[in-house]
């Protein structure tokens, strides 16, 4: 039996997914939400202002303009329609601060490593906060410049090697500063 693991590819929702997404355009009721899939995601305003939306009263633009940075979580998904967005959850909303990274979405599972290790060595070696979504983007927030760019160095390197043997060691090495 040969089985096939694809290194690169598009972004598929699954419902409970936690995402990463970029406000992209406004509708009378919601917002068009770039998640890195093959079509948009959907935001309903009632996500932020409540039952009692009103599209008279309430500004989308102001409370989520264009280009707003959101973790979302995936509420319902199929393939003959949009995928519906909740921002309900712990750290769900609107990001305020950080660099937006890229990684392959089939990488993210390396990148946060077995019970959260990568992630911890990032932390550990930098003091950075990183927020990962499912479908392949990462929030780096770091107050020092030289320890962010250590970060997207190393996001890099893990997209790059993901499947060679030794990749943890190299990690660290980008994270020390030594590669």
Known sequence: VVSV?????????QVGDRVIGVI??????GWKVDINAPYPAFL??????????????HNLFEKLPLGSVVYAKVRA?????????????PGMGRIEEGILAYIT???????????????ALVKQFTNTKLIVG????????????AS?????AAIKKIDEEAHISGLTERVIEVLRGEA
Do not use: C
């Open 105 to 119: 979405p089939q990488k993210i599972p390396r990148l946060i490593g077995k019970s959260g290790s990568m992630i």
């Open 148 to 152: 962010e760019e250590r970060v997207l």
């Open 134 to 145: 499912e479908n392949g983007r990462v929030v780096v927030v770091s107050r020092d410049k």
């Open 44 to 57: 309903p305003a009632s996500e932020i202002f409540g039952r009692r939306f009103d599209p008279l009263r």
């Open 77 to 89: 998904f199929d393939r003959t329609q949009n995928t519906l967005l909740t921002l309900k959850g």
């Open 5 to 13: 693991v694809a290194l690169r590819g598009f972004y598929t929702p």
């Open 24 to 29: 992209e355009d406004l509708e009378g009721n």
